[in-house]
Structures are given as structure tokens and as C-alpha cells.
């Protein structure tokens, strides 16, 4: 094969960041939303529970119990796909080299965050939007004015999640990063106040749940959208873990 | 704007890194004027791939001063980065990611792109467009991660093993798109350990081992040092004496048997020279056979300069 001359003349400069931001962010959803164990841990556990808790009465709840599973359920498909899924696709895009290989390009350092920031937040309202629908099938009645706060938690989640995310994903080997990814989740689902209530738990024990970021974002969730005043705790409990994650993930995340 | 263009494109100067104890590179010189392809030849482990991610930016030096397009690499890297193709050794991607989307996330970043389809199908990944990264083959990988380099039209290129795991086809099409770059003004640094390699493709060859630079030139420079140099070789019954031999020739050739029964002899081969062994065999009572005089190649000045110990 030949190359007509001036195929490859200089012409270098960086792509507008408006183009750089959406297909890096793009790029990033769709690569979550085509692999089968993300779509796993970020859908469809979070689909089977809520439809499972709401119609089948295994743990007592009040009535109407679809109400008190939502927005429990919000707060695990946020840890699902911010932390652990985040975690994993970090730790194995390390292993290949992408970070690196996106590093050589003209995209801006801040982009190279920002992106997988959009891209992320981009899975997640797909997740509440889905989740949402199937719930209000199921005869959901959120409370109109917690609607607002909701928003701001599940931002405010989705990022504090995500700043561990990447805190584990960036540091460690991309299987350790899956064992423990997965093991963190687990625990937290059962006993990191998402499942079980932070406020049902006796004493310390239920104050101590409410401090960590699960616990935080599925009280804050359960009072805004049931009573509609989530109350300060969650707010500042799930911030101060994002800026704690933030600070300490900027000085061990490995790009290789 | 002349003094800048007049500038080499890369220039390294007493380069030196070190990891944990082990020197990956020991006062390293290198200069790469703009238009010309360099190729960094060397064993696994010489320090190649070191000095490339320096001149990348993903390596700070401990001493030495690195200019890339008269910028720090380091200090510099937002402004550096928008003007060079970087091929990564190993490549990098996704692993879930398809070709052609891959390609199209790194022309997003750059200005005046490429066809990404285009330099899809050039590179015979059209084929495969729709596999995931990690389901390529080695070779394949290593021509998305071509294409990744030359999407964004740049004025300099790194390329770090272009053609490791690759066949003769794929490797012919990256020679091939090497000298394109070249005749359309893209100056080229590449790393390889094969030394037809740069032989075919380098303006500049700089062979470095231990971090060091044992010898540099262009090709032709470099096969031909010492001009009067060329190689003498023949079969006959193993196990002469090369000692005889040596006496019986000017006191500048030197005779080994590289293998049982396969001579060599190297210096100032002459007609002359050819005569003497002819004879001297005849004396033995053999006959030479396979006689053949040579210059040396790349390949033996570059196993002359790095040994002929295989390399773990």
C-alpha cells in the first residue's frame, strides 16, 4: 500500500472540550452499560430487590412497603455502580494500559477525570430513572418537596462513591481491586445501613452505620423521599467521606 | 520561527534514571533533528523504552536536561502533548472497548483528526471493528495502537516497538507508513530490537546498551566504521587450526571458527586475502566451499557492540 503525499502532514492541535468531555463521558457509559457483570451489579440486583422486598413480605415493613424500599434501593445502586463498579472498570482499565494511553493524548488531566465523573453520573441516572419507573408501577409515592433533596443526595453519593471508587480502583492490582470491590459491597449491603436501617440498629451501633457513606445516603434518601426533611447528617456525613477519598485517591492513583 | 524550526525536535542531554538501585539510563545523548526517523536499537533492557517515556513526560529524569519540540516534557506536558503521537509499548485501550471507538475517543482530542474510518481500514481493522480490545490478537492491539498515535496528525511521533508480535504483512504496512510520515514531514522516533528494522527505516540509528549509548550513525556509517572492514566466510572440515590460518594472513585479519566447520575471518579482506585461504585450505588438503565475502551488516556491528550472551 502506498500513501498519497500529505496524508500525514502536520496538523496538530487539541480537540474543542466540549467534543473531548461528551465522548470521553460517552465512551466510559457506554463501556458500563455493553459489559454483562456491570449491568449485573448495577441493574439488575438492584431491580430483582426492589421488585423482591416490595411484593414479597419477608422483612416487615410499613405499608406502603414499596415506599421504604425505594429509596433503599437508590442507595445501592449508587454504591453498586460508583464504588464497586467504578473500582473494577479502574482497576482493569489500569491493567490495560488505557489511563496511560489517554494521558499521551492532548485531553487535559482535569478532563481525564471529568470524564469518567460525567460518565459515571450518566449510569446512574440511567439506573434512578429505571428504578424510579418500575417503582412507580409498583405504586411508589415520594414526597414531593424531598424530590429536591433527593437530587442532591444522589449527587452528593454518587460522588462520594466514586471518590472511593477510584481510591480502591487506582491503588491496587485489578483482582485484589475485585475481591475487595466486591466484599466492601457486600458488607455494606447487610450491614452498612442500606438493608437493615441504620435507626433499627441498637445504640452505637446504628449511630456508628449512620457515619458511613452507605448508611448516610440510604437515611438521607429514606427521609427526604418519605417524610421529605432528610435531615443535615447525611449531607455533610457523605461530603466530608468525598473530600477524605478525593484527597487521599489524588495522591495514590496509579495510572499503570 | 527559524531558530525554533532549526532546533532538533528531541535533544537529550546526559539523560539518567535509575530504579531502585538498577541504572536504566547512564548519561544518555540524543539528538533528533525535525523531518528525520531515529531508531533507538538495543537489547530487552537497554534502557530504550525509559528514554521514549521520558521524552513522553511519564518519566521525570533524576539528572539531565530532556527538550521535546523545544518544550519540558515534565513541566510542559499540556503544551507537548497536543503535538506528538505517542505509541505505547503494549499499547493500552479498553478492554472492553471496540476499535473503531477507541480511535474515535483519541481523535476527539485532537484538532484536525484523521478518518478514523479511514485509518481503520488501512490498517486491516475493519475486519474486527466491532471485537473488544482484549479479544484482539497481539498484532492487532499494536495497530490500534498505531492508529491511536497518528490520528492526530502530529508533528512527532513515538513509537515504541511498532512492530513487536506482529507478521511480515502488518510489519511491512508499518514500515510502509513510517516513510509516508517521513516524506510528509513527521519526524519519527521508534524503538526496536530488530536491526533490519532500522536499517530500512532510520535516518539516524542510535544503539544504546546499559543505558548508554555504545554506538550511533546512520546505517550505511554504521556497517561501513571501518571502511577497509568486511567478512570472509567459508566451510570446511571442523576443527582447523585458525591460529595457522591468522599467521599465514596480514597481521590485521582475524580468523575464528564461529561454528564446527564454519570459518570466519574479518579485516581487510582482499582479493588477495581470498587467495591466501584458498591455498592455505589446499595445503590442509580441503576444499573451501559456501566462500563468501561481505560487509558487515547491522547486525553484526550490533552484536559486536552488545554481545552475543543471550539476554534474560
Known amino acids: 500500500m502506498t500513501f498519497p503525499a500529505g496524508t500525514f502532514t502536520p496538523s496538530p492541535g487539541t480537540g474543542r472540550l466540549g467534543r473531548m468531555l461528551l465522548t470521553h463521558a460517552r465512551t466510559e457509559a457506554m463501556l458500563t452499560l455493553r459489559n454483562g457483570e456491570q449491568v449485573l451489579l448495577t441493574l439488575l440486583i438492584p431491580l430483582a430487590l426492589l421488585v423482591g422486598l416490595t411484593l414479597v413480605p419477608i422483612v416487615s415493613l410499613p405499608d406502603p412497603r414499596v415506599d421504604e424500599v425505594t429509596p433503599r434501593i437508590f442507595a445501592l445502586a449508587i454504591m453498586s455502580s460508583a464504588f464497586t463498579g467504578q473500582a473494577i472498570a479502574l482497576g482493569f482499565d489500569r491493567r490495560y494500559g488505557v489511563l496511560r494511553r489517554l494521558a499521551a493524548t492532548a485531553l487535559p488531566r482535569w478532563l481525564l477525570v471529568a470524564g469518567r465523573v460525567v460518565g ?7 439506573q ?5 419507573v418500575v417503582a412507580a408501577i409498583m405504586g411508589w409515592s415520594p414526597d414531593a418537596v424531598g424530590l429536591l433533596w433527593t437530587v442532591v ?4 453519593g454518587a460522588l462520594a462513591f466514586g471518590a472511593l471508587g477510584v481510591l480502591l480502583g487506582g491503588a491496587l492490582k485489578a483482582e485484589v481491586v475485585l475481591a475487595v470491590a466486591n466484599i466492601v459491597w457486600f458488607i455494606l449491603l447487610l450491614a452498612g445501613g442500606i438493608m437493615v436501617p ?20 440510604a437515611e438521607g434518601l429514606h427521609g427526604a423521599l418519605v417524610s421529605g426533611a432528610p435531615g443535615w447528617q447525611p449531607f455533610l456525613v457523605l461530603v466530608l467521606w468525598g473530600a477524605a477519598a478525593s484527597a487521599l485517591a489524588t ?3 496509579k495510572l499503570t | 520561527m527559524s531558530s525554533a524550526a532549526d532546533r532538533p525536535a528531541v535533544e537529550v542531554r546526559g539523560l539518567t534514571k535509575r530504579y531502585s538501585g ?6 544518555l545523548d540524543l539528538s533528533l533533528p525535525r523531518g528525520h526517523v531515529l531508531a533507538l536499537l538495543g537489547p530487552n533492557g537497554a534502557g530504550k523504552t525509559t528514554t521514549v517515556e521520558t521524552c513522553e513526560g511519564f518519566v521525570r529524569p533524576d539528572a539531565g536536561t530532556v527538550s521535546v519540540l523545544g518544550l519540558d516534557p515534565v513541566t510542559q506536558s499540556e503544551k507537548l502533548r497536543p503535538r506528538i503521537g505517542v505509541m505505547p509499548q503494549g499499547g493500552g485501550a479498553y478492554p472492553g472497548v471496540r476499535a473503531e471507538e477507541m480511535l474515535r475517543l483519541v481523535a476527539a482530542c485532537a484538532a484536525n483528526p484523521l478518518d478514523p474510518a479511514w485509518l481503520i481500514e488501512t490498517l486491516g481493522l ?11 490478537s497481539g498484532g492487532q492491539q499494536q495497530r490500534l495502537s498505531l492508529a491511536c498515535a497518528l490520528i492526530g496528525r502530529p508533528e ?16 511491512r504496512l508499518v514500515w510502509e507508513l513510517v516513510r509516508a510520515l517521513r516524506t510528509d514531514g513527521v519526524t519519527v522516533l521508534l524503538t526496536t530490537h530488530l536491526m533490519e528494522e532500522a536499517e530500512a527505516l532510520a535516518d539516524h540509528v542510535v544503539i544504546i546498551d546499559h543505558g548508554r549509548v555504545v554506538a550511533e550513525g546512520t546505517p550505511s556509517e554504521l556497517t561501513s566504521e571501518h571502511p577497509a572492514e568486511a567478512q570472509l566466510r567459508f566451510r570446511a572440515r571442523a576443527g582447523m587450526s585458525t591460529e595457522l590460518l591468522a599467521a599465514a594472513l596480514p597481521e590485521d585479519c582475524r580468523v575464528v571458527e564461529s561454528s564446527p566447520g564454519a570459518y570466519l575471518v574479518s579485516g581487510p579482506v582482499d582479493p588477495q586475502v581470498v587467495s591466501t585461504v584458498t591455498a592455505w585450505c589446499a595445503q590442509q588438503g580441503v576444499l573451501a566451499e559456501e566462500l563468501h565475502v561481505g560487509r558487515r551488516s547491522l547486525e553484526d556491528v550490533f552484536l559486536d557492540l552488545t554481545g552475543r550472551e543471550l539476554r534474560s
Open chain 1, 198 to 217: 441504620a435507626s433499627s440498629m441498637p445504640g452505637v451501633l446504628g449511630d456508628l452505620v449512620a457515619l458511613l457513606p452507605s448508611g448516610a445516603l
Open chain 1, 251 to 253: 495522591r495514590t492513583t
Open chain 1, 128 to 132: 434512578i430513572v429505571l428504578l424510579a
Open chain 2, 22 to 27: 538498577t541504572t536504566a539510563v547512564d548519561g
Open chain 1, 153 to 156: 443526595l444522589i449527587l452528593l
Open chain 2, 156 to 171: 512527532l511521533v513515538f513509537l515504541d516497538e511498532p512492530t513487536a508480535g506482529m507478521d511480515p504483512q502488518a510489519r
Open chain 1, 120 to 126: 459515571g453520573l450518566a449510569v446512574v441516572v440511567i
Open chain 2, 126 to 136: 475493519s475486519g474486527s471493528a466491532r471485537t473488544p480490545y482484549k479479544r484482539l
